[in-house]
């Protein structure tokens, strides 16, 4: 083969980036394409090499078109081992024209594959710094990174500068890629939401995501897993990129094997990505639920850990096969012991899941909880929480579980439980109202309780006015019918006269926000059983006239209220007639 000349230069170190530059562009690699097309030996292996060398000879030549390309780091780094690997090129593509093949055929095959792929690692980037635009700007002078953009810079300056940060985080040295990390943990800090779906749209994720492999180096892998987390948690674009990218598996890895402050990171961005129901699914896939699990039990060495993969659970467990999963795994131990030892937020997961799997998990997964202690910690926890979240939790838990006959008989026998709901119902938020409201609805305590809880039954006529949610408006008459049952509560509301007049103004067909079986229900159970000044008052307040139009809608229990309180009219009169 022909000499090259000049002469190459003995080292990299010999040459200025500009001479380096020119040797591979005018002088190497014209005649590295010459003689990929000239060898004797691998013919198809040179015919590919002649392809890559060629988009080479053009990607240097567009990036030696701009005049900043001096001051690119990343470009200068670049171009030693390029030069280094395009020389080995040239003394393989000599031993190929030999058709004795010196040092063997299996050895030179080894070679020319070893030196094929460094020049595909070279071409990529390349390629990756050409399509970023990084060539064509200048940075600030001295800078190893673009500076950090201010509150007002444009999109196009935030564009250029998260292409530069992943630029540096593929091709950069380990010094540049803890310094690029480090400046986009600044920029995600900065506003979240705003900037979370910036890097998502101009960032290569997917090379971000690889730095979570456990073969990356444990300072680039940790602020990956930070970057990782705040883009799952700051927005929904952000979140939907970092699992479309295939975070999820790296994530529950790091949860189970990362250190502690790792672990946290991957929590987070794990009970993010479960928010939506598709993500959820591929859990199991990755073998997450055991893990997850795991990082709920006491001893996994952070609340933080433990309230983070609850919520997690919460998430998935909305999902059939996964709930069964999770009970088959241990979840409801684990869940049980957070609801006495966990942190609030802990707690409030666990009570949502618990909810979850109760609700939807059939009397097996119920009975479970039941026998864990479920029960009594919900209604511990009930007792204890000053969070009104924490208590409407807890609540829905419960009624999920009274729907199991053991469950029920336990609740029903006990007077202090429903003094607690009780006061829920009298002192609550609206929804802790509703909750505790349906509760007692699935439960059949005596008359000695429902006796005791003469004192929130204002405060149900009161739900009963409540037009959203609607569902509202039935438990709370329900659970006033089954206390009117009792004569002594009767005589109780029936003296209310506030709560009689509101009975009564929600009987009116114009009140078009209350359904009317509902005042109906509970106007009949107040009419009933007796007690003719129960009757009096409700018709002093101007019931009849409106029971009547509701009787001729046929709105089912009208007619009888209305037969009740007028019935109870006529005896009155024919009683003061006859004593005249």
């Known amino acids: 083969m022909t000499p090259l000349s000049p002469p190459l230069p003995s080292s990299a170190s010999a040459a200025t980036p500009a001479e380096t530059l020119d040797l591979i562009l005018h002088h190497l690699l014209p005649v590295l394409v010459v003689a990929a097309l000239s060898v004797k030996s691998f013919v198809g292996r040179w015919r590919l090499l002649h392809s890559k060398l060629s988009l080479l000879q053009s990607s240097l030549a567009d990036a030696a078109s701009s005049p900043h390309w001096p001051a690119n780091p990343l470009f200068v780094d670049l171009l030693p081992p390029l030069l280094s690997t395009l020389r080995s090129l040239h ?40 399509r970023s635009g990084l060539l064509h700007h200048l940075p600030s002078a001295g800078a190893i990174v673009l500076p ?18 992943f630029a540096r985080l593929q091709i950069g040295s380990i010094d540049l890629k803890n310094k ?15 900037l979370a779906p910036v890097v998502a749209a101009e960032g290569d994720l997917l090379s971000l995501v690889r730095l979570l492999d456990p073969s990356a180096h444990s300072l ?10 705040l883009l799952a948690t700051a927005s929904d674009a952000s979140r939907r990129a970092v699992f479309e990218e295939g975070a999820l598996g790296p994530l529950l890895r790091l949860l189970d094997s990362g250190s502690l402050a790792v672990r946290e ?12 129901t598709p993500n959820a699914w591929a859990v199991s896939a990755y073998g997450g639920v055991p893990i997850l699990i795991a990082a709920c039990r006491s001893g996994s060495g952070s609340p933080a850990v433990q309230a983070l993969a609850a919520g997690s659970l919460k998430n998935i467990s909305t999902i059939d096969d996964i709930r069964s999963a999770m009970a088959e795994e241990g979840a409801v131990p684990a869940l049980v012991d957070l609801l006495l030892s966990g942190t609030l937020d802990a707690q ?43 208590t409407e939790h807890a609540l829905r838990a419960i009624d999920a579980l009274s729907t199991s006959p053991a469950a029920a008989r336990a609740l029903s026998s006990s007077p202090g439980f429903f003094a607690q709901l009780t006061d829920l119902i009298r002192r609550g938020s609206p929804a802790t109202q509703q909750a505790a409201a349906a509760v007692f609805c699935n439960l059949s305590p005596g008359d000695d309780v429902k006796r005791s809880m003469a004192g ?28 009117l049952a009792v004569r002594s509560n009767r005589k109780v509301l029936s003296r209310d006269e506030k709560s009689v007049t ?26 009933g059983g007796g007690g003719r000044g129960s009757r009096r008052r409700i018709t002093e307040a101007g019931a009849c006239q409106h029971l009547q139009k509701l009787a001729d809608a046929e709105v089912p229990g009208a007619k009888k209220a209305l037969q009740k309180i007028a019935g109870s009219r006529l005896k009155s009169f024919f009683s003061m007639a006859w004593w005249e």
């Open 91 to 130: 003394s393989l593509s000599a031993r190929c024209l030999d058709p004795s093949l010196p040092a063997g055929k299996l050895l030179l095959q080894s070679d020319l594959d070893i030196a094929a792929s460094a020049l595909s690692l070279h071409l990529h980037d390349l390629d990756l710094l050409l």
């Open 265 to 276: 990171r991957a929590a987070a961005a794990i009970e993010a990505i479960t928010t939506d």
């Open 456 to 483: 929130c039954m204002a405060s149900l006529v009161k739900m009963l006015e409540s037009s959203k949610p609607a569902s509202a408006q039935e438990v709370a008459a329900r659970v006033l019918v089954s206390l």
């Open 220 to 229: 680039i892998r940790d602020q990956a897993a930070a970057a990782v987390s």
């Open 148 to 165: 950090l953009p201010g509150p007002s810079a444009s999109r196009a300056d935030l564009d250029l500068f998260v292409r530069d940060l």
């Open 502 to 527: 509101r009975l009564v103004q929600m009987l009116d067909p114009k009140n078009v926000e209350v359904g009317k079986k509902f005042p109906v229900s509970v106007v009949l159970a107040l009419a």
């Open 180 to 194: 690029a990390l480090d400046s986009l943990l600044q920029l995600l800090a900065s506003d979240p939401p705003k």
């Open 348 to 390: 409030k997961n666990a009570a949502l899941c618990v909810w979850s799997l109760a609700s939807a998990g059939g009397e097996e997964i119920r009975a479970s909880i039941v026998r864990e202690g479920g029960l009594q910690r919900l209604i511990e926890l009930l007792i204890e929480a000053s969070d009104p979240e924490a």
